[in-house]
């Protein structure tokens, strides 16, 4: 009886993790220049399973706001709550996280390499909260959300990288109010497109799952050009140090 618990667990476990380790280990091999270190990345991963703590007390609190203001049965509810609590509670988390445990470091000297941190913090976060869904709701819901939510919050934390590395590079050449407003962006557009995604997801009817397919069809097909792309023409953010780098352009629309 005990070998077939610890069986299951480690099934179960497996079955929540192995998602986010999968991804974390792809954004590691197409990082082209100058790979980070394996304790950073590792760093990193548990520091996105931190902000979900932080998720939770940030959202716990709007939800008791929101719930005082506005009626459940109000079309306005879920807007707000998907676009104004969830998202933007879930990204800034990560953001301060991420933040917290990168912007300093001497290993952030490639433009890519903030598409590398944000994604580790996405997963790790999505990794966590992987756990208590498996463990709440059984095997099954591994599955779906294997092929949903995980790629979901990796798709997320590269619209998180791309801005983030924007504003280091802003910050690099000395223009610091436009790396103030890069960070804010790195904030802003994966909180706005995790709340349509959450949005999406709980539309009940055909019509709504069929945009929610779609949706997120777009999403992995534009984050996964956007991670080739960028990934190709990367270059350090100290040019002066480089003098290979003016061969290298940035490219940050997807």
């Not at 059984?138 to 092929?147: D, K, W």
């Not at 280091?168 to 050449?173: F, G, L, N, S, W």
Request: with cysteine; net charge neutral.
């Amino acid at each position: 009886m005990l070998f077939l618990f610890r069986s299951y667990m480690y099934i179960m476990i497996g079955a929540a993790i192995i998602p986010a380790i999968f991804l974390i280990k792809y954004i590691y091999k197409v990082d082209r220049l100058d790979k980070e270190p394996k304790e950073l990345i590792i760093k990193l991963v548990l520091l996105g399973v931190v902000s979900t703590w932080i998720a939770v007390l940030l959202e716990n609190i709007g939800y008791g706001i929101l719930q005082n203001t506005v009626s459940e049965m109000d079309p306005k509810f879920a807007i707000i709550e998907f676009f104004v609590i969830v998202g933007p509670a879930e990204e800034i988390s990560k953001y301060i996280l991420l933040k917290f445990g990168s912007w300093k470091r001497p290993e952030f000297d490639c433009q890519f390499d903030a598409i590398v941190y944000a994604v580790s913090v996405s997963l790790g976060f999505a990794l966590w909260e992987n756990i208590k869904y498996v463990f709440s709701y059984g095997f099954s819901v591994a599955i779906v959300r294997a092929i949903t939510a995980v790629p979901g919050h990796a798709c997320f934390g590269v619209f998180m990288g791309i801005w983030y590395g924007v504003a280091k590079r802003q910050e690099v050449i000395g223009n610091l109010k436009a790396s103030r407003i890069f960070r804010w962006i790195s904030v802003i557009c994966p909180a706005i497109i995790h709340g349509a995604y959450d949005y999406i997801a709980t539309c009940s009817d055909t019509k709504g799952e069929l945009i929610f397919v779609v949706f997120i069809i777009a999403m992995f097909f534009i984050c996964f050009k956007a991670v080739q792309r960028l990934s190709k023409n990367d270059r350090y953010l100290d040019s002066n140090k480089h003098d290979d780098d003016d061969n290298h352009t940035v490219i940050i629309d997807v």
